[in-house]
């Protein structure tokens, strides 16, 4: 975790720090203080206020509709129909409201007084509080056995990660603790959900674009909410770059690559989600929406590397310029799809279009200057030029041949007035499709932005314009769309941000899971006799008993092959390893020893499976202590995505030793005590 003075070097304006610290771990958490006043936060707070208050009418809405189709009575009818009328009205108001702060991308701009194109960011995911402490101690009770009570610091610390969860920094603390909560779920997947029930805790979450609320049991929606908010903090803190700078467009460009990442992830790994930001045509719009902001920062970054006078450079650049193009009106296509077209907000839309029809003037304006501005080639240079050019064009523009096209200054001059007055046209477009919006509109840095590249276009067509020129201006054709850097989609990296079990108090996950069920923890009074206790120990974390002597003194007691031994004199021995319980059993005297033991159900077991389980823990074969069983065990990529998916099953280890029990812990060899 980044240290609290690393906190938004550039001044994030996300207002105060709500620090947490994990005692066992080490960690800070670090939300943004949710009172605090900031155009970011104020922001936050509109959304949370509109998506309740379109909750609100939804509700009503649903009562008046169920009173209208239960009713006979035609005045209540009318009246019922009346109220509808206002409530659709409301709700139509607030959707509005609520696209024109999804459309609010200035607030995310970095403040820089360099001039670029405003980048598309996306808005949290808001969610209720949630109070997991009844649920989880009722389940502690229930299932393992334990007191309730005595967990309520690890419940707390967890629903306080969950808070400050909400309220993310925009920065890499911000994403640590988003990480962070999204891997502590895996463990309370593991912990408090078994296949076979529900925890009867529902997750709360409202859809990033419309406010409209959804609900499940499922834990899998809210690692998915986590996941596109994760997404969305990426698309935030890329928005908020310099990009007049090669450091923040290499940020930028890290930002969207990992953003395209996390809704790639999110669309692969999820399926019937309960909301539509969340919908299989949303992801893959976002996905390609992060692409193409990463191609035009790649663009953006060219123009700060090439030399602006060289003919290839200029070439390139063009190019470039064309996939920027091309990417965006991808995106355009996409989000005109019948199940994004109403979704998506207008003023994206008509965003990705602008910028689509922007830089296809852009790719034709440097196509352009290289003609109308460079010299003519040297022979040593022509034959390298021709062969760039020959690549440059979809279609070969008419007239002479290629070679003379490049030696002869009025050729190149006509060539790049045709590509000029095609640069105007699309100029053109470009600042109608912005006029059309409302809210794009609004944004001042925009409408520069568009009438500077106008001007600038139509400056140097009057510069290269003759009086004497006769000739009918050509269709410059097309230019051939290639980029020097493709666009990465960085899936997450879920082992980047390492954390503790906070339940790890339970026992090791191997044995102490919802999954398992086991019998009441017994006490047995155990004597040492002649030939010592009268079982075999096995493994580490917990201790099992892999054998038992017939008539021996634990035969005697009750113990049996498969119970865990979980405490030693009231010792706790859930994580002891195999020397630890050893050394505490040698250490009785005369009067024996208490020994606590659990037996998981279903794990009776025919000898001959015995005899298979000690040929597997001898020699070359044997079997490997979990990661699980690890007091500082660490959450990885591969445990994280098994247990994302709503419609699938995770699959689920077949080397068991007995049946029902999981060898995960095996030492080196069976030893007799």
Same mark, same amino acid.
């Given at each position: 975790m980044m240290p609290p003075e690393e906190e938004s070097p550039e001044g994030d304006g996300d207002g105060g720090l709500v620090l947490l610290h994990g005692p066992k771990s080490g960690s800070t958490r670090k939300g943004c203080d949710p009172f605090a006043q900031t155009q970011r936060s104020k922001l936050q707070h509109r959304r949370a206020r509109i998506n309740q208050q379109i909750n609100k009418e939804m509700r009503m809405r649903a009562g008046a509709e169920n009173l209208f189709r239960a009713t006979s009575n035609h005045k209540v009818k009318e009246t019922v129909a009346l109220e509808l009328s206002y409530v659709n009205s409301n709700l139509q108001l607030l959707k509005e409201e609520l696209e024109e702060l999804n459309s609010s991308m200035d607030v995310y701009q970095n403040e820089s007084e360099s001039i670029s194109v405003p980048m598309i960011p996306l808005g949290l995911k808001e969610t209720k509080e949630l109070d997991l402490l009844v649920p989880l101690k009722d389940f502690i009770?229930?299932?393992?056995?334990?007191?309730?009570?005595l967990y309520e610091k690890e419940i707390?610390?967890?629903?306080?990660?969950?808070?400050?969860?909400?309220t993310p920094s925009r920065n890499e603390a911000g994403l640590e603790l988003l990480m962070e909560y999204y891997n502590? @779920?895996?463990? @309370?997947?593991?912990?408090?959900?078994?296949?076979s029930k529900t925890?009867?805790?529902?997750?709360h979450w409202y859809d990033s674009l419309t406010g409209v609320p959804s609900h499940q049991r499922a834990l899998a929606f809210e690692k998915g909410s986590v996941l596109f908010n994760l997404g969305a903090l990426h698309t935030q803190i890329g928005a908020r770059q310099d990009r007049a700078?090669?450091?923040? @467009?290499?940020?930028?460009?890290?930002?969207f690559q990992q953003a395209a990442g996390a809704f790639n992830y999110l669309k692969e790994n999820f399926s019937n989600a309960p909301s539509l930001d969340m919908s299989a045509a949303s992801l893959t719009m976002l996905v390609r929406l992060m692409v193409a902001q990463v191609q035009e920062c790649v663009f953006e970054k060219m123009t700060l590397l090439r030399a602006q006078n060289d003919f290839l450079a200029r070439l390139q650049l063009a190019q470039e310029a064309a996939r920027v193009e091309d990417v965006y009106s991808l995106v355009h296509q996409t989000m005109s799809q019948p199940h994004v077209k109403d979704y998506v907000p207008f003023s994206w839309t008509t965003m990705?279009?602008?910028?689509?029809?922007?830089f296809k003037a852009l790719s034709h304006y440097f196509a352009a200057i290289a003609l109308c501005d460079c010299p003519a080639p040297s022979d040593a240079e022509l034959l390298e030029q021709e062969k760039a050019f020959l690549q440059f064009h979809v279609t070969m523009p008419e007239g002479p041949s290629l070679r003379v096209l490049l030696q002869d200054p009025e050729e190149r001059r006509k060539l790049g007035k045709a590509h000029l007055k095609k640069a105007i046209m699309k100029h053109e477009e470009a600042m109608r499709i912005h006029g059309l919006c409302k809210i794009l509109r609004k944004m001042d840095i925009l409408?520069?932005?568009?009438?500077?590249?106008?001007?600038?276009? @139509?400056?140097?067509?009057?510069e290269i314009d003759h009086e004497e020129d006769f000739f009918e201006t050509g269709e410059a054709p097309d230019i051939r769309p290639k980029t020097h850097q493709k666009p990465e989609i960085k899936s997450p990296n879920f082992s980047q941000v390492k954390v503790t079990d906070l339940f790890h108090r339970l026992g090791p996950l191997s044995v102490f899971s919802a999954k398992n069920k086991w019998y009441p923890a017994r006490r047995v009074h155990l004597m040492r006799g002649e030939n010592g206790f009268g079982f075999t120990l096995r493994g580490d974390s917990p201790v099992l008993i892999a054998g038992v002597i017939p008539g021996g003194c634990a035969a005697e007691a009750g113990l049996k092959e498969g119970d865990y031994i979980i405490s030693v004199n009231g010792k706790d021995c859930k994580w002891s390893k195999h020397a630890e319980v050893v050394q505490l059993l040698k250490s009785t005297g005369k009067e024996g020893v208490d020994i606590g033991v659990i037996t998981l159900q279903g794990s009776d077991c025919p000898k001959a499976m015995d005899r298979k389980a000690a040929v597997m823990s001898s020699g070359s074969g044997m079997l490997k202590s979990n990661k699980e069983n690890s007091r500082k065990s660490l959450m990885n990529s591969k445990s994280a995505s098994t247990l994302l998916v709503w419609?699938?099953?995770?699959?689920?280890?077949?080397?068991?030793t007995y049946s029902g029990v999981p060898f995960t812990a095996v030492g080196d060899n069976e030893a007799m005590y």
């Open positions: 009770s229930e299932h393992y056995g334990e007191e309730g009570v707390k610390e967890f629903m306080e990660l969950r808070q400050a969860m909400r502590q @779920l895996y463990f @309370l997947d593991s912990r408090f959900f078994p296949p925890l009867g805790v529902f997750f700078s090669l450091p923040g @467009l290499n940020q930028a460009i890290d930002a990705v279009q602008v910028k689509s029809e922007h409408q520069e932005v568009l009438s500077f590249a106008h001007k600038r276009s @139509l400056s140097k067509y009057s419609s699938k099953k995770s699959k689920r280890s077949k080397k068991s």
